[in-house]
């Protein structure tokens, strides 16, 4: 998410999803969001770091990097996709990252 302004080494609060839509605003097409994929019947978990857009039947999880390794997703809202589960289970705000110092 380098091209966000989010790079290696740096911290990134996210607060819960879930408390997220109580209390402030469904998530909306713009926002950064933490999303997990589970794969093996949940046995094993990946969290990433994603741009959220809504599109028509679903969403696209894009990720914002010059590494061509980082992959988008295109999902239907907290979904199966290819054997994989993949939910939204943080919102991310760009003015609460923090950068380690070594």
């Given at each position: 998410m380098n091209k966000a302004g989010i790079h290696n080494g740096m911290w990134v609060l996210g607060v819960d999803y879930w408390d997220f839509e109580k209390y402030y605003r469904p998530i909306?097409?713009?926002?950064?969001?933490?999303?997990?994929?589970?794969?093996?019947?949940?046995?094993?978990?990946?969290?990433?770091?994603?741009?959220?857009?809504?599109?028509?039947g679903g969403v696209a999880l894009i990720p914002e990097s010059t590494n061509a390794h980082h992959e988008g997703l295109s999902a239907r809202r907290n979904g199966v996709v290819g054997g994989e589960e993949i939910r939204i289970v943080g919102y991310v705000s760009l003015s609460c990252t923090l950068a380690l110092f070594e």
């Open positions: 909306e097409s713009g926002d950064i969001v933490v999303v997990e994929r589970l794969r093996s019947g949940g046995r094993e978990r990946e969290r990433t770091i994603k741009r959220y857009r809504e599109e028509k």
